[in-house]
């Protein structure tokens, strides 16, 4: 079956070209991660890629590889942030696979011991909330950028 074509509409190139807002963490010329409006977990970041890709199966090998490197980055920092003890990572594919923004994402979800996760888009977080995890999560990949 032919690959669905890229929707350049999609919330997440919208929050790309600055149309939409999002709670920044990290960004660089190749990526950018921010918080989930609907975190499964506090603290539950998105990295997504610059490039135009719906998900793992048209993006380009090399920027596969920039978002997987970006996405290990982030994932410190948030286990750091949040003192985690553990990390999920989720990235879906197409509706069938449970894919809703078709605009290639990462989920990193930090992860305690006996905590669940809470339901995927389930309910939205407070934006003062959204904006200290932000606050806390961008310190602890600062102090990594700086070398701590
Ligand atoms: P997926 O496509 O991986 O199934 O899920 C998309 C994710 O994007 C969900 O976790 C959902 O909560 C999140 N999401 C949907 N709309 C927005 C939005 O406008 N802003 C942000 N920051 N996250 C969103």
Redesign the pocket.
């Known amino acids: 079956m032919a690959a669905t074509a890229y929707d350049p509409n999609n ?2 190139a ?2 790309l070209r600055g149309e ?1 807002p ?2 920044k963490v990290y960004e660089t010329d190749k990526v950018l991660a ?7 977990a506090d603290g ?1 970041v ?1 990295v997504i890629p610059k490039t135009a890709a719906r998900n793992l199966l048209d993006i380009n090998p090399d920027d596969l590889a920039d978002l997987a490197k970006a996405s290990q980055f982030v994932a410190k920092g948030v286990k750091r942030a949040m003192a985690a003890d553990g990390l999920t990572v ?3 594919n197409e509706s069938a696979g ?5 605009h290639i ?1 990462v ?1 990193i979800l930090p992860r305690w011991t006996g905590v669940a996760l809470r339901p ?3 309910a939205m977080e407070n934006q003062d909330v ?1 904006a200290k995890h932000a606050a806390t999560i961008r310190s602890a990949l600062e102090a990594m950028q700086a070398g701590g």
Do not use: C, E, S, Y
């Open positions: 919330i997440f919208k929050i939409l999002a709670h921010f918080m989930d409006i609907m975190p499964r539950h998105l989720q990235q879906f449970g894919q809703v923004v078709f994402h989920h995927h888009t389930g959204l």
